[in-house]
């Protein structure tokens, strides 16, 4: 059985595009924090697609119980870094376990539930963050599927153009998978991203913020030990 993992991404929308003849089975993980661009999107395609899975997954609930997800982790404020030293006011993990845990884990099991066999994905190999796999690939007996693997970002957009008017607006901004408002990791990649939620939403911001003054804490100790370093 063929499915799409579906974020509403350019990337995934293209595959959708590639593959809709096909009548995939459509899995989106829903964490709780997508901007509504990015629900606009998958609205869209749920209307389109014969079999829609929405899968929830409860990002803040997370988050609470492992900590902040940031690109820099100081190991004393990470849940197993308190049972070495003491408690902290703010706990921290890796971005690599935030999406892992609030995303992959749960579009793998899902799929694996429903009885998917292949799962196409719109991996790309030039792009800064990516998994592991490759086309072809075999998860947990799932064969990973991705098309547009040795695709440009040029290359994308002018396929999805193929197939409607015009790219959604927010498809300006490096991150068009919106799927946590909060976010506080992938900050050299983010900057637009950060910036235009000011602009727009302002309340998804200030939460942004509240977690970011909440990272500054936890980084604090450790930037004053580099500083002694080089001092």
Partial sequence: ???????????????????????????????????????AIVNEIRAEAKEFIEIPSDQQAQIERTGIPSDVVPVDWTVFGMTMTSPKPVKIQTYFSCCHENIAVPLLKAAKDRGITSLVRGQRLDEAHKSTAVDGSIVDGITFVQPIETWT????????????????????????????????AYLGHSADRIEWTKQKYPEFYAKYAAKMADLQTALAPSMKILEAFNG
């Fill in 1 to 39: 059985m063929l499915g799409l993992a579906f974020s509403g991404g350019k990337d995934s929308l293209a595959c959708w595009y590639m593959y809709r003849e096909q009548q995939p089975v459509v899995l989106w993980v829903n964490t709780g924090k997508a901007y509504p661009e990015t629900i």
């Fill in 153 to 184: 970002e040029e290359q994308v957009f002018a396929f999805i153009l193929q197939h409607r008017a015009a790219l959604p607006d927010h498809y300006g901004i490096k991150h068009t998978s919106l799927d946590c408002y909060d976010c506080t």
